[in-house]
């Protein structure tokens, strides 16, 4: 009898042995995982959606697991940013061409990135073209406006912002297309844009012209041009 108590104690000691192994293991691969996704997340310059987490290798639940941890936090459904990482002025046009790659900045925000105005727009401005469907975003809000042929696709520049190429208008396409716009944007928006580049050392006056010429709005270009001694 007693050599039974000793055998049931001894394997009660070896059960528990395992559980506890077992469960250090879990951990164990647990923290590699996350560790993984971690720096799968960095390399995506601190954001990643949650396809990209699953086609990168990581398993949901490893995705969930550093939310619950807050050591990620959710920008919006489905997209999410490291909690230890900085916000740069620009974030939100980088957490846009996450959303809708095939999108261009444009208009108040492009002013705004090329440091043409000091009015930070409410909505990301985003140029779609016109067959495209109208992006369906909950967050941050977006203000779509359609472009077709050379008018979408010309002067697209491609910036780096956390480590995602953002494409956006160069800063004379934008304020040509200020004027295009300009019942909707403001052309008073507009006036002080264009004049605020042409003060740079590098601003190019013909430049403005050709993409005038693209939008059909050349001679109310030239006019505004000569009004403001430019």
Not at 94 to 116: D, Q, T
Not at 156 to 177: E, F, G, L, W
Not at 192 to 219: G, H, P, T, V
């Amino acid at each position: 009898m007693k050599m039974e108590l000793v055998l049931i104690h001894f394997c009660n000691i070896i059960i528990g042995m395992l559980t506890f192994c077992l469960h250090y293991c879990t951990i164990i691969n647990m923290r590699i995982a996350q560790h993984r996704a971690i720096e799968i997340i960095k390399h995506n310059g601190g954001l990643i959606r949650t396809h990209e987490a699953l086609k990168g290798g990581i398993h949901r639940r490893t995705l969930y697991g550093l939310w619950d941890d807050g050591i990620i936090i959710q920008l919006s459904r489905g997209l999410f940013q490291l909690a230890s990482w900085d916000r740069p002025a620009h974030f939100r046009l980088a957490e846009i061409s996450k959303k809708v790659p095939h999108g261009i900045v444009c208009l108040k925000s492009a002013l705004a990135f090329h440091g043409l105005t000091d009015t930070k727009p409410k909505n990301v401005w985003l140029a779609v073209e016109r067959k495209a469907r109208k992006p369906k975003i909950d967050s941050p809000p977006v203000r779509a406006m359609y472009f077709s042929g050379e008018m979408f696709s010309r002067a697209v520049q491609s910036h780096c912002i956390m480590n995602q190429q953002v494409r956006i208008y160069s800063a004379p396409k934008t304020i040509i297309d200020c004027f295009r716009w300009h019942k909707i944007v403001g052309l008073d928006y507009a006036v002080r844009a264009a004049r605020a580049y042409l003060k740079q050392d590098d601003a190019d006056s013909s430049e403005l012209m050709s993409y005038a010429r693209i939008c059909r709005i050349e001679n109310r270009i030239h006019a505004y041009l000569e009004v403001l001694n430019l």
